[in-house]
């Protein structure tokens, strides 16, 4: 099996879709399928240092990448387009991760002039909370553009059940198919490891901390959370508790929220790691007592995923699609984006030792059957068979 894998950057900044298909194609090609994928050198307002136009490795993993010409949101590139509409017809499938930007709806154009089958991951973009975000660009794009790709894809590929009930009945959309995003086997399989995560942070000390990981962006709900974990520590018992903000973001936004911290005279009780990963990930999240994520919207949320291979109870709110599961499993506590229901919440899972280890228990036996990378490449790989035989 060929498949060609499109998606407008990879750059780490870009958060967890860039993460997930980097995961995706290592445990495709174990499987004995020919992956490549093709994208931009988009890294924000820089781009990253590789040769364009040939391929490349890219942590572990064929790509090709092309200049993206103007607009970060949009990341039009002409290269790519031009490259697609020559190259698409040498695979048999077309993965594309996106809807709202100019890599997909080039890849879903020059896969339908070459009756190439390809399937779409909108990796949430198609939820009511992501449609009001610019809600007059994406319904121009919609008429213009994303309704035909749509409409032409042999499946959308959506990752929780969650985040196809969101999509399908407001917009009226089919062929629809489940299929979760996996962690690294190192969090599922390794025992505790113990880099100095701590030495890195003497601020931490050796206070318990919850953790909230990932891209920092408005949509995570990350000042909510910081009102609410403060509310919940003021309690005499509580008050040895850190949040532990990791990840970067916008550096304005990243800014404001540490400004916003300071005015609630917290600094000491909110600490701010930046970016994390690799080894010193998978310690901040098996050192964590709880990890939480209060977003307003979040398709599937790797990082949830990644604390609950460790063994990492977790608070998300009932916005994350991955809720209903997690709920099933009892691995963790959802709920609803108010500043009170999260800090009783907190308060219960914080005062609670002995509670937190049986989810956390509960949550690692739920990652260990559902989010192994080997398991999803197999799935995947019965739906690109499909598309191909009906095509």
Same mark, same amino acid.
């Given at each position: ?228 974990? &403060?509310? !919940?520590?003021?309690?005499? /018992?509580?008050?040895?508790? #850190?949040? +532990?903000? @990791? =990840?970067?973001? %916008? ?5 404001? &929220?540490? !400004?916003?911290?300071?005015? /609630?005279?917290?600094?000491? #009780?909110? +600490?701010? @790691? =930046?970016?994390? %990963? ?22 599937? =949320? ?90």
């Amino acid at each position: 099996m060929r498949v060609l894998h499109v998606i407008p950057a990879v750059a780490p900044r870009y958060g967890g879709p860039s993460y997930a298909i980097v995961g995706m194609a290592r445990a495709l090609r174990t499987a004995q399928t020919d992956v490549l994928i093709a994208t931009t050198d988009a890294d924000g307002s820089d781009r990253l240092p590789l040769q364009l136009e040939s391929r490349v490795d890219w942590q572990g993993v064929p790509t090709i990448f092309f200049h993206r010409q103007w607009t970060e949101a949009w990341k039009y590139s002409h290269p790519l387009a031009r490259w697609l509409a020559t190259h698409v017809a040498d695979w048999e499938v077309t993965h594309i991760h996106g809807v709202y930007s100019h890599a997909c709806v080039a890849a879903a154009s020059a896969s339908r002039a070459h009756g190439i089958p390809y399937i779409v991951r909108p990796f949430g973009t198609l939820d009511p909370w992501s449609l009001r975000q610019k809600p007059l660009r994406k319904r121009v794009l919609w008429w213009l553009s994303v309704k035909r790709m749509l409409a032409g894809a042999s499946a959308i590929h959506y990752t929780t059940a969650s985040e196809q009930r969101l999509a399908e009945g407001p917009l009226g959309l089919s062929r629809g198919v489940v299929v979760p995003l996996g962690v690294e086997d190192a969090f599922l399989d390794a025992p505790v490891v113990s880099p100095p995560f701590r030495e890195t942070l003497p601020q931490l000390g050796k206070h318990p901390y919850v953790l909230t990981l990932g891209r920092l962006h408005p949509k995570k709900g990350i000042e909510l959370l910081i009102d609410a974990f &403060l509310d !919940a520590t003021d309690m005499r /018992h509580l008050q040895h508790w #850190r949040l +532990l903000v @990791a =990840g970067d973001g %916008d550096a304005n936004y990243v800014n404001r &929220l540490k !400004a916003f911290v300071r005015t /609630h005279n917290a600094e000491q #009780r909110v +600490l701010f @790691a =930046g970016w994390v %990963d690799g080894r010193r990930k998978m310690a901040a999240l098996q050192d964590a007592g709880l990890l939480a994520l209060t977003s307003h919207a979040e398709n599937f =949320g790797l990082a949830v995923a990644e604390a609950l291979a460790c063994g990492i109870p977790v608070v998300v709110s009932e916005h994350v699609n991955l809720a209903d599961e997690i709920l099933k499993a009892q691995a963790g506590w959802i709920v609803p984006l108010q500043r009170t229901a999260i800090a009783a919440t907190l308060q219960e899972a914080l005062s609670g030792d002995a509670e937190r280890r049986w989810r956390g228990a509960n949550a690692r036996a739920f990652a260990r059957s559902e989010f192994r990378w080997s398991n999803i490449a197999s799935a995947l790989l019965e739906v690109y068979t499909g598309v191909c035989r009906k095509n």
